[in-house]
T-cell receptor, first 118, second 116 residues
Framework: DGGITQSPKYLFRKEGQNVTLSCEQNLNHDAMYWYRQDPGQGLRLIYYSQIVNDFQKGDIAEGYSVSREKKESFPLTVTSAQKNPTAFYLC?????????????????FGPGTRLTVL | AQSVTQPDIHITVSEGASLELRCNYSYGATPYLFWYVQSPGQGLQLLLKYFSGDTLVQGIKGFEAEFKRSQSSFNLRKPSVHWSDAAEYFCAVGPLFSGGYNKLIFGAGTRLAVHP
């Protein structure tokens, strides 16, 4: 089955440590995204990547880093510079959908990773 | 400024009752609109989307939404709620014709509780 996998589901980290969250997709999507979700704030975009070896900062990139060495993979590193890293992290990928003269992107989401800093 | 507002943080309905979740957006370009649902500790699942054509769109699980351009709204409805509909619902807006990627703007979400 095609889909997006994120691992681990739960992650605990001590303050001052870097940690990497995994995101893999087998949907053959070009674009991938990382979001952070906090209670009552919806989803906020951290980083996105349109193609391999290219990525752009989103709205809240400070304290995070990413890489895109393969089309299928878009890992997110939460560094010690992130002041408040405890959150639920969601990875997504998107495909272009063509409907006649219209085209748009449709995002699909992974199951998420809950990161807790102790 | 581009934004999505979901005025209701929490809604409680009885099983079998009708449901309407509100979504208002502010967007400068031609928007396309989504509703997603999230069960606790899970990812987001797409319920439905609107990008053009008929302003009443049907989605999965018996949900529908109506796009009203004059009111900048995209409210989600269901005629009869089931206990399994208890979840958090997110409205999102993004640009059409965006090419290789799109940046979605999400509302803060509405948490739905269903009484038996």
């Amino acid at each position: 089955d095609g889909g997006i996998t994120q691992s681990p589901k739960y992650l605990f980290r001590k303050e001052g440590q870097n940690v990497t969250l995994s995101c893999e997709q087998n949907l053959n999507h070009d674009a991938m995204y990382w979001y952070r979700q906090d209670p009552g704030q919806g989803l906020r975009l951290i980083y996105y990547s349109q193609i391999v070896n290219d990525f752009q900062k989103g709205d809240i990139a400070e304290g995070y880093s990413v890489s895109r060495e393969k089309k299928e993979s878009f890992p997110l590193t939460v560094t010690s510079a992130q002041k408040n890293p405890t959150a639920f992290y969601l990875c997504a990928s998107s495909m272009i959908v063509i409907r006649g003269a219209t085209f748009y992107n449709e995002q699909f989401f992974g199951p998420g990773t809950r990161l807790t800093v102790l | 400024a581009q934004s999505v507002t979901q005025p209701d943080i929490h809604i409680t309905v009885s099983e079998g009752a009708s449901l309407e979740l509100r979504c208002n957006y502010s967007y400068g370009a031609t928007p396309y609109l989504f509703w997603y649902v999230q069960s606790p500790g899970q990812g987001l699942q797409l319920l439905l989307k609107y990008f053009s054509g008929d302003t009443l769109v049907q989605g999965i699980k018996g949900f529908e939404a109506e796009f009203k351009r004059s009111q900048s709204s995209f409210n989600l409805r269901k005629p009869s709620v089931h206990w399994s509909d208890a979840a958090e619902y997110f409205c999102a807006v993004g640009p059409l014709f965006s090419g290789g990627y799109n940046k979605l703007i999400f509302g803060a979400g509405t948490r739905l509780a269903v009484h038996p």
